[in-house]
């Protein structure tokens, strides 16, 4: 199975990204999973400048980097939507409902940190509006304001 190292020299795994996303969210089943990280992936990659979406790719496992590059805009800049934009979006793509795709985002993020160390998650976040930082930083456990 394809893995991605990060920067501490580590391995993540496919099926350890996808199980982490599924227990943290508490999602049914790693199909449910998959569809949060595509839908997730996939929206972010609208919204962030391409080079820096392949980054984040390039340090991902191979098939859940593909959704970002799926989804790349032009390549100067992503496309320019707000939280409740992304959280729609999101919703649209992993057939949930908005609150839980909000969620699920939430810990899709925290699963990307962990896993690239958060070394591109800082790029990443200096990239987007100020609501989507909040949201990129809350992880599963802390509170999204309003």
Do not use: K
């Amino acid at each position: 199975m394809p893995d991605s190292r990060n920067r501490g020299g580590g391995v993540v795994q496919h099926h350890e990204f996808v199980g982490q996303v599924q227990a943290r969210a508490r999602l049914a089943d790693i199909g449910e999973a998959t569809s949060a990280i595509r839908g997730t992936l996939q929206t972010l990659g609208e919204r962030v400048p391409e080079g820096l979406a392949d980054n984040l790719a390039a340090e991902l496992p191979q098939e859940i980097g593909e959704y970002l590059r799926q989804a790349a805009p032009a390549p100067s800049s992503g496309v320019r939507f707000d939280r409740d934009a992304f959280v729609a979006r999101v919703a649209d793509r992993a057939g949930m409902d908005p609150p839980q795709a909000a969620y699920a985002a939430r810990v899709v993020f925290e699963v990307v940190d962990e896993a690239t160390q958060g070394r591109i998650m800082d790029r990443l976040q200096s990239a987007l509006p100020a609501d989507l930082r909040q949201m990129v930083r809350s992880g599963s456990r802390g509170r999204l304001p309003d």
